[in-house]
């Protein structure tokens, strides 16, 4: 099983998948993302990618919840999370599932399609489609992201590549989109003035 092969990778690994599965959760790495932001917004070369990918994540976020509240699965750290939130001891709620390595917050929400994965995926195709070279440093860190979230103990690989397809699904929707409505809205006026 992928799940159990990569939740058992070597635990030296840790703090590198820890970062790229709880790092956003820290003002330090929040303030990097914010200031990569404000310079990819400053650069005009991708700009339009960039605001794309802004407004694309947090609606691929919003499409891994809803997929989750109507479709609920269980991450591979239900049972123990269950366990835990109702108050048995964190060796016992671990032995519920021996062979589970939980190096994260334990989670007993719906785990349907991952919304980090959808997140990181949904920025790296609207740089990628917006023919930035952010898109492949980006594309690194979804990869990557999502890796961690199975070989952290909260998502299994199908949950994981759900998310990635909600992401980049999102960000093509958004970027076709707003390619479109920028093509009508410069062809209005050569067809305005041909008319006269």
């Not at 709880?22 to 990569?36: D, H, I, S």
């Not at 929400?109 to 997140?119: E, M």
């Not at 949904?122 to 492949?136: F, T």
């Not at 958004?174 to 041909?194: C, D, F, L, N, Q």
Request: contains cysteine; proline residues 5%.
């Amino acid at each position: 099983m992928i799940f159990r092969w990569v939740n058992h990778w070597p635990s030296e690994w840790e703090p590198f998948f820890w970062f790229f599965s709880e790092g956003n959760k820290q003002w330090g790495v929040r303030g990097l993302f914010l200031g990569l932001a404000i310079y990819l917004i400053w650069n005009k070369a991708t700009r339009v990618a960039t605001l794309r990918g802004l407004a694309a994540f947090p609606v691929a976020n919003a499409l891994t919840d809803a997929i989750k509240f109507g479709f609920p699965m269980d991450r591979p750290c239900a049972v123990v999370a269950r366990a835990l939130d109702g108050g048995m001891a964190r060796e016992l709620a671990m032995k519920l599932d021996p062979e589970l390595i939980l190096r994260v917050p334990h989670t007993a929400s719906s785990g349907t399609a991952s919304a980090h994965a959808a997140n990181t995926m949904a920025v790296a195709v609207s740089l990628l489609l917006g023919k930035s070279p952010w898109g492949w440093v980006w594309l690194f860190v979804s990869l990557v992201t999502g890796i961690s979230r199975i070989y952290n103990g909260v998502h299994y690989p199908g949950q994981v590549l759900l998310g990635w397809v909600c992401g980049a699904f999102v960000a093509w929707v958004i970027g076709t989109t707003h390619a479109h409505w920028v093509k009508v809205r410069t062809s209005r006026p050569a067809a305005a003035s041909s008319d006269q």
